[in-house]
């Protein structure tokens, strides 16, 4: 039975989510998925290639950076390897709100993006775009991140964590979207008392995941009430995300969820930019 839910999923479930973002994340997936064993040489010549075709639109279509660029006497090709880039500015939050105009690419509506606004956890909110393809492969790279843990498309996770993960007002398309198309448990980490504690044990035994995301402090503190209550919840893995793990919390949700964690990190308006793999190193 859980063969042929995983194939609905993987075949059924998983391009009808990508239709209705309008994105083609599983082909993106195939091609990370082969990328990723290539030797670093050959690594590095792709992201040389993909950052020379980066700084030639930047340069050619982007005022902040043309002008950047002028200023600094550069031009695209002076870019010849990774390190190189120390040559440009550091683009900070500030940078993007006095140069919001200026950072968009003359032919930017063509890309058809979204306007999207970050959580303001570390300050004010920003406003930023994404297109189909920046989408695309932040959902691509976050589906393999946790394919590293050993999720497979079509198994259960619950999510632990605070607005970014788990909206506060969730509607009913948003949970049949959360429940049956994700098949995830959206547990709020806002108010982690004893009483919401003990309701996301009975949820958690009901709903079955194999594995849970959220973020550390949130699991950790989760962990050490299950661990006052002598309870025990098991899953396949941990995924944490969203801030820095420490040893002590690791230790300790290891113990109580007798699994491996997955520290990862990430950010919508980026990408998956880095995750732990089976090595743990």
């Known amino acids: ?12 479930t998983f391009p ?26 050959q690594i590095e010549e792709m992201q040389m290639r ?45 940078s993007i709100r006095k140069n919001a105009t200026d950072l968009l690419a003359v032919d930017f509506k063509r890309y058809k993006p979204k306007v999207f606004v970050s959580s303001g956890s570390t300050g004010k909110p920003l406003k930023y775009y994404i297109d189909a393809s920046s989408h695309t492969a932040f959902v691509a790279s976050r589906w393999r991140s946790w394919k590293w843990a050993g999720y497979e498309f079509g198994d259960k996770y619950a999510s632990l964590a605070g607005l970014a993960l788990v ?23 806002m108010n982690m008392n004893e009483q919401n504690m003990a309701k996301y044990v009975e949820k958690l035994k009901h709903f079955k995941p194999q594995f849970i995301l959220g973020y550390p402090s949130t699991l950790y503190i989760f962990a050490k009430y299950l661990k006052n209550n002598g309870v025990y919840i ?14 002590h919390q690791r230790e300790l949700i290891e113990e109580q969820f007798n699994c491996k964690v997955f520290d990862m990190y990430g950010c919508h308006d980026g990408n998956q930019y880095a995750a732990e793999c089976s090595e743990h190193s």
């Open 50 to 94: 993909k950052l020379s075709a980066l700084l030639n639109h930047a340069y050619n279509n982007v005022p902040y950076y043309h002008r950047t660029f002028k200023e600094r006497g550069l031009r695209p090709e002076d870019i010849k390897k990774i390190s190189d880039i120390t040559k440009l500015p550091i683009l900070t939050k500030e």
């Open 1 to 12: 039975m859980m063969d042929l839910v995983k194939f609905t999923y993987k075949h059924v």
């Open 167 to 189: 909206p506060a007002q969730i509607t009913l398309s948003k949970r049949i979207y959360e429940h049956f198309l994700l098949r995830n448990l959206p547990l709020s980490g």
């Open 16 to 41: 009808l989510l990508d239709k209705i973002r309008r994105i083609n994340s599983l082909e993106y997936l195939r091609s990370l998925e082969r990328s990723q064993w290539f030797p670093p040489s």
């Open 234 to 247: 098991k899953f396949n893995a941990v995924m944490t995300t969203g801030e820095t793990l420490f040893k």
